[in-house]
Structures are given as structure tokens and as C-alpha cells.
């Protein structure tokens, strides 16, 4: 009976664990763009390198807890961990370097320098994406 226990409450533990979990190797990241006017664009990126680097910037970002502020959120990010795990995220769309787990309904902020690499890493989405209203008002 004790093992049992022991058994669901480490089961618990690990799915209450933040996404992206040190120690396992990110594999594949997929990001999905999709706008309310049809626009629809995809990227995978498989490079070893680069994905160790997205892990690295999802990992910093789970250390700056954040409120969504009412930013738009059109793009999905699909993170597959060596183990065949599948994490879910929420991207902002808008200018805001905001990043939101879907599992744990957890929003994080992301360093202005990790949000400016996320779209040179994902810039065929980015493009998909037109204009930011950002870029624009600060000319």
C-alpha cells in the first residue's frame, strides 16, 4: 500500500512539473501561426543546437512568473522532449514577450534579448505574421 502511494504521489509531482524539465533533451520544436483572417504558417526546427538554445530560453523564462496583459496570443509552440513528451505553448503575437504553459495555465515573461532570438529562431513564422504595430509606432 505504501508503494502505491509513494507510486501516484511521484505520478502527481511529475505532472505538476513546469514544462521543459531540466535534464531531458529537447528534440523537436514546432510553431504554429493562425490569425482570424486565414493566415496560417508553420516552422519545425530539428537543429540540435538551436533547439538547446530554445530549451535554455524556455528554462529562464520559467523564472519570471507573469500576468498576461491582454496580449494576443496566435501562435502554438510544440515542444517534444527526447523522452516523447509533448509540451504546449501559447506565444504572443503582438509584441509581447509573453510565453504561456498550456498544461499548467502558468504565464511567463521572456528577456527582451530570449523574445528578439525566439522570432530570428522561428522567422518564418514571423514573416507570416506581417507587420508588428510595435515597429511601426516607434519610427
Same mark, same amino acid.
Not at 5 to 18: D, E
Given at each position: 500500500?505504501?508503494?502505491?502511494?509513494?507510486?501516484?504521489?511521484?505520478?502527481?509531482?511529475?505532472?505538476?512539473?513546469?514544462? @521543459? !524539465?531540466?535534464?531531458?533533451?529537447?528534440?523537436? !520544436?514546432?510553431?504554429?501561426?493562425?490569425?482570424?483572417?486565414?493566415?496560417?504558417?508553420?516552422?519545425? @526546427?530539428?537543429?540540435?543546437?538551436?533547439?538547446?538554445?530554445?530549451?535554455?530560453?524556455?528554462?529562464?523564462?520559467?523564472?519570471?512568473?507573469?500576468?498576461?496583459?491582454?496580449?494576443?496570443?496566435?501562435?502554438?509552440?510544440?515542444?517534444?522532449?527526447?523522452?516523447?513528451?509533448?509540451?504546449?505553448?501559447?506565444?504572443?503575437?503582438?509584441?509581447?514577450?509573453?510565453?504561456?504553459?498550456?498544461?499548467?495555465?502558468?504565464?511567463?515573461?521572456?528577456?527582451?534579448?530570449?523574445?528578439?532570438?525566439?522570432?530570428?529562431?522561428?522567422?518564418?513564422?514571423?514573416?507570416?505574421?506581417?507587420?508588428? !504595430?510595435?515597429?511601426?509606432?516607434?519610427?
Amino acid at each position: 500500500m505504501k508503494r502505491m502511494i509513494c507510486t501516484l504521489l511521484a505520478a502527481l509531482m511529475l505532472l505538476g512539473a513546469s514544462a @521543459v !524539465a531540466e535534464g531531458q533533451k529537447l528534440t523537436e !520544436a514546432l510553431m504554429i501561426y493562425e490569425d482570424y483572417d486565414g493566415n496560417r504558417e508553420e516552422q519545425t @526546427v530539428l537543429d540540435e543546437e538551436t533547439l538547446s538554445e530554445l530549451q535554455d530560453m524556455l528554462l529562464r523564462a520559467r523564472k519570471n512568473k507573469a500576468q498576461l496583459e491582454n496580449c494576443t496570443m496566435n501562435c502554438t509552440l510544440f515542444c517534444t522532449m527526447e523522452d516523447g513528451a509533448l509540451y504546449d505553448f501559447a506565444v504572443a503575437t503582438d509584441g509581447c514577450p509573453y510565453i504561456t504553459d498550456k498544461t499548467a495555465d502558468q504565464t511567463y515573461r521572456l528577456s527582451d534579448e530570449d523574445d528578439a532570438r525566439l522570432w530570428e529562431i522561428f522567422d518564418i513564422v514571423q514573416e507570416a505574421m506581417g507587420y508588428d !504595430a510595435a515597429w511601426v509606432l516607434n519610427w
